[in-house]
Structures are given as C-alpha cells and as structure tokens.
C-alpha cells in the first residue's frame, strides 16, 4: 500500500533558524504526485507545493525549498531563516490511484514551533 | 481566484443526531471527495464522488455516512446518527477531473463536535 512517514513529530526551533521537515514515501505508480501542506492553528489546510514524479528538480520558492530525491523515495521541505509565523503543522502528501480517480495519502504531519 | 466552500465552519451535535456538512465545490469541477482529520492526527481519505455516485470509500465511510449532490452546486456529506468518535475536521475538496494531473482544492473544513 501507497504510504508517506514523516519520522519527525515534533521540532522546535529559534527564530532564523533554518530547519528541514522530511518526508519518505512509498508507492507502486510510477506517476504521482507530491504535495505538501501547511495547517495553521486555525485548521485549514494551505497548500505550499506539489510535484511530479516525473520533475526532479529541486525547487525554491522565497524562504522555502524542496528536495525531491526519487532514488531515495524522500521529499524534504527546508525552510531557511525561520519565523514565528512558521508555526504550524505541517503535512507531506502522496497521491494515490483509487477508482477512477485520485485519492491523497496524507503523513501524520510535523508540528514545527518557532520560538522568538 | 475560485475556491471550495464550507459551512458551517463548526458545528456542535448531540450523540446520536444527524449531521450534515455542506461543501461548495468549484463550479466547473466534476470529482469530490471527503476527508477527516481527527484531532491531533493525520488527514485521511474518506470518499470520492462522480456523475452522481460513490466511486471508492474507505473502511472508515460505514452505513452511517452517505454523500450527496442535492442540485448542481452543492455536495453534502451526511452523518445519520452521529458517535463520540466522529469528532474531527471534515474537509471537502474539488478536483477538474480523475487525473492525477488535475490537482485537488480543498476547502477550510468543518469542525464537528459531538458531545
């Protein structure tokens, strides 16, 4: 079965801190996608990234960064010079094929605190 | 930019009422699809919806959930006798089509409390 571990459930960081949130998936397709997610106290689900098995590129996008590596199954999520409003949870997703349509596999998620 | 809508944003029942959570997809979308999040943990797959029926439910989708598109806007997912343990944020989400390429929008969630 299609399945995303995020080993880290708890980090907590200070303030510019650079910090990694990794993530490992498994999965049978050889076409999917990746995703991840932030979850704020308030509990919506903000989508930051999503990623082609296909595209291996690494991908930077303001203070956030991606490393897709297919070799080792992984997808790390870096964010550089942290800031308290970085505090979240934030989840990796896989995509996965259901009946006739797509399914996400979502990690238990990683709680990252900054500290001022 | 189109978005999923959800109301309400929390809803508070009594064990053993009966919920319904209502979902706004984006218009020209075709695929829907529940999630739950329980406190604390992971958000998981409930069901996927298309031309009007169910096209896969997980083992957590029992005889007491069902799914519906009432008229061409709304996708309503129905709790008939609500437990304890259903107590969680229920997220709605659109997709353009099946394909793995059309990504899909999720919606802010319901938060349902049963007490």
């Known amino acids: 079965a299609q399945k995303v571990t995020q080993a880290q459930t708890e980090i907590s960081v200070v303030e510019k801190e650079d910090v990694t949130l990794d993530c490992v998936y498994e999965?049978?397709?050889?076409?999917?996608?990746l995703f991840w997610y932030k979850q704020p106290p308030s509990g919506e689900l903000v989508f930051l990234i999503r990623?082609?098995?296909?595209?291996?590129q690494n991908e930077i996008s303001g203070r956030y960064s991606w490393n897709f590596q297919k070799s080792t199954s992984s997808f790390n999520f870096t964010i550089t010079a942290s800031q308290v409003v970085d505090s979240a949870v934030y989840f990796c997703?896989?995509?996965?094929?259901?009946?006739?349509?797509?399914?996400?596999?979502f990690g238990t998620g990683t709680r990252l605190k900054v500290l001022a | 930019e189109p978005e999923v809508t959800q109301t309400p944003s929390h809803q508070v029942t009594q064990m053993g009422q009966e919920v319904i959570l209502r979902c706004v997809p984006i218009?020209?979308?075709?695929?829907f699809y529940w999630y739950r999040q329980i406190l604390g943990q992971k958000v998981e797959f409930l069901v996927s919806?298309?031309?009007?029926?169910?096209?896969?439910k997980s083992e957590i989708f029992d005889d007491q959930f069902s799914v519906e598109r009432p008229d061409g806007s709304n996708f309503t997912l129905k709790i008939r006798s609500t437990k304890l343990e259903d107590s969680a944020m229920y997220f709605c989400?659109?997709?353009?089509?099946?394909?793995?390429?059309?990504?899909?929008?999720f919606g802010p969630g319901t938060r349902l409390t049963v007490l």
């Open positions: 989400a659109s997709s353009e089509s099946g394909s793995t390429y059309n990504e899909q929008f």
């Open positions: 999965t049978r397709d050889t076409t999917y996608y």
């Open positions: 990623r082609n098995s296909f595209d291996e």
């Open positions: 997703a896989l995509s996965e094929r259901a009946s006739g349509t797509y399914k996400y596999i």
């Open positions: 218009s020209n979308h075709l695929y």
């Open positions: 919806f298309y031309n009007n029926e169910i096209s896969e």
